[in-house]
């Protein structure tokens, strides 16, 4: 990885949008990348784009779009000094142009609802896409209105699977960003051996500590029948929830296992999906 990857937040002027450029400007700030303000402008039918139908081709970008984007990046270089800040706009759809954008990117930063949203979608269309196709870690902010966490731990949900071992990994390095202490969580049900539930817990602990010195990490096993809303439980007072892209015994085909999508939609802290890195083309 070059130290040229930047930290990519989708833009479109919407409040959810713009607390999560609060939150994709903090993760650029802890890494020390510059933080890249996209938006996607649909076409032929995106909001913003006239449609002349005697011209053929990519339409151009629209000026709503680009004052809005230059505003928001105003505002974080105003409330971040330092921060390097550049901003784009893609003809194309939102979900797609951050998927590709994605691809070289260190972090992908999406908003919970987007503009338009319905008030009873849990995560739009965009976050849900991005969530399960990014090629590098996809930080998804939950709930929408909620300002930075400034306290809580960082929690990772483990299952043994090589999804969730990244997951750890990238959970460690939050944690240790924020000063805080890293919990590993894994949910048995009740028939479940106790000794390999304990064994999951320790391996994931040593890798954790192996790799963050001094870091504190906590294991906590929980019985309960539904995994998914166990972990769901544990986010109510955490900073930060990680989760693989795929749990254990998940199909190949599946791009977002299925505690990994409850989570994205129920979370009550923002999520952090563990997409490996794609290498730079």
Known sequence: MTM??????????????LVAAEHAA???????????????????????????????GVPAASEDGRKMLEQTAAELVDRWPGLTVEVRQVAGGPGATLVEESRRAELVVVGSRGLGGFAGLL????????????????????????????EGPVLVGVDGSE???????????????????????????????AGEAAALL???????RGSRPGLTVQERLIVAPKADQALIEAT??????????????????????????????HARCPVLIAHPYQPEQ
Do not use: K, M
């Open 236 to 265: 109510g007072d955490a900073a930060l929830v990680v989760a693989g892209s795929r749990g254990r015994g998940g199909f190949a085909g599946l791009l977002l296992g299925s505690v990994s999508q409850t989570l994205v939609h």
């Open 163 to 193: 999804s969730a071992e990244l997951a750890v990994g990238y959970g460690a390095e939050e944690a240790g960003r924020r000063g805080g202490t890293l919990v590993l969580v894994h949910v048995a049900d009740d028939g479940d051996d």
């Open 123 to 150: 995560l739009g269309s965009v976050g849900t896409q991005v969530a399960a196709h990014g090629h590098c870690p996809v930080l998804v902010i939950r709930p929408p209105d909620r300002p930075l966490p400034t």
């Open 4 to 17: 040229t990857r930047p930290v990519v937040v989708g833009v479109d002027g919407s409040p959810p949008s």
């Open 26 to 56: 903090q993760a650029a700030v802890w890494r020390s990348r510059p933080l890249h303000l996209v938006h996607g402008y649909l076409h032929p039918l995106g909001y913003g784009v006239p449609i002349n139908p005697y011209e053929v």
């Open 202 to 208: 320790a391996t994931a602990g040593a890798a954790a």
